[in-house]
């Protein structure tokens, strides 16, 4: 093992006559870029039916879906009727359903939206809403992806935040 050191040791100063040399102020001088792993969209909301929307920073586009409580209170999830994409829905118009073992219940638009995307997997496994009902990457329980207009980026932000939803469901 000796050996081994003693070599690289040796054979160190060789090596560094062929690194390429940089001006020391240019490796401080380099910009610091650190990552991030916050989302690109403003806080979750929720509305008193127990849907969430995700609104992106741009204020054009969301992701909706059912809260941890619904989902709790629904049961075992064994259905879920997803809506055409294309048309605009007004705030509190039903986009969608979901039934479970105990009962069925309507998914309300939060705000004025046009579905453009809709979690197929949820045909197939409608259960994936009781492990991650609030989860909207792709293998989440999200029900839709839509386009959101003036009014409904309004109407986005007087619905409840994480606390008031809190405190609701827990009266």
């Given at each position: 093992m000796a050996s081994?050191?003693?070599?690289?040791r040796a054979a160190r100063p060789v090596a560094m006559r062929f690194?390429?040399?940089a001006a020391p102020m240019a490796r401080l001088a380099m910009p610091f870029r650190s990552f991030s792993s916050t989302r690109l969209s403003l806080a979750r909301k929720y509305t008193k039916d127990h849907e969430w929307i995700d609104l992106s920073a741009d204020r054009k586009t969301g992701v909706i879906g059912i809260s941890e409580y619904a989902a709790e209170q629904l049961g075992?999830?064994?259905?879920?009727?997803?809506?055409?994409?294309?048309e605009w829905?007004?705030?509190?118009?039903?986009i969608g359903a979901v039934e479970s073992v105990k009962s069925a219940s309507d998914i309300n638009a939060p705000v004025r939206c046009k579905v453009t995307h809709t979690n197929a997997l949820?045909?197939?496994k409608p259960a994936t809403i009781n492990q991650v009902p609030e989860d909207d990457s792709a293998g989440g329980?999200?029900?839709v992806k839509v386009e959101v207009d003036e009014e409904g980026a309004a109407q986005f932000d007087e619905l409840l935040d994480a606390e008031a939803y809190k405190a609701f469901t827990s009266e």
């Open positions: 081994i050191a003693a070599s690289l690194a390429p040399r075992d999830v064994v259905y879920v009727e997803l809506p055409p994409a294309g829905t007004d705030q509190g118009d039903s949820l045909e197939e329980g999200w029900i």
